[in-house]
């Protein structure tokens, strides 16, 4: 894999140039990385082929408009919301995906297990219970899950220290579950 310095220079030059050539020799090192991640979404070799070459289709137009500065981690999020929205369009999923630790309820887990929707009362009351949290966590956590922004990125975004953007998203994590549950047992 090229160093982050190459990357950048390809990454520049991409966006300046358009060249498929450039672009093809930035993605080239992570097509097998990509491939693993979409295989283990799809569990399906021709699915995740396919998926890895929508993905670099994909590129041609982000990376002409989006600064990225940690292509590796970029193109990871692409390729994992890609696989993600696929899934859900094609209803083979449909689970709220904010984070794998953050919704661990049961009544979530038994819904997923048995391959129902989360219906749209839990929804709601995932973004009141949001809404609960202080400007702090309620801020952090959205950029981090929603906007599936890095922990660096959040940092930048609001000014934070990088351990109080930790904090305050683990800190709103638990309030946030905190909060569910107590609705769901009616407390």
Request: glycine residues 4%.
């Amino acid at each position: 894999m090229a160093s982050a310095v190459e990357e950048q220079k390809l990454l520049v030059g991409y966006r300046e140039t358009g060249e498929l050539r450039l672009l093809g020799k930035l993605y080239e090192p992570y097509m097998p990385l990509i491939y693993g991640l979409c295989f283990k979404y799809y569990k399906d070799e021709a699915k995740s082929e396919d998926a890895v070459m929508q993905i670099f289709e994909s590129l041609i137009a982000k990376l002409r408009v989006h600064e990225v500065s940690n292509f590796k981690s970029w193109l990871y999020t692409l390729a994992r919301n890609h696989c993600l929205m696929d899934l859900r369009s094609a209803n083979r999923i449909s689970i709220v995906d904010i984070d794998d630790h953050l919704v661990e309820s049961d009544a979530f887990l038994h819904q997923h297990h048995k391959g129902e929707g989360i219906p749209e009362e839990q929804l709601a009351l995932m973004e009141s219970c949001l809404e609960t949290l202080n400007t702090e966590q309620q801020t952090c956590v959205r950029l981090f899950y929603l906007e599936q922004k890095c922990y660096r990125e959040v940092a930048d975004i609001t000014g934070y220290e990088l351990n109080k953007v930790k904090s305050h998203i683990q800190n709103g994590k638990r309030n946030l579950k905190i909060c569910m549950e107590k609705d769901k047992h009616g407390q």
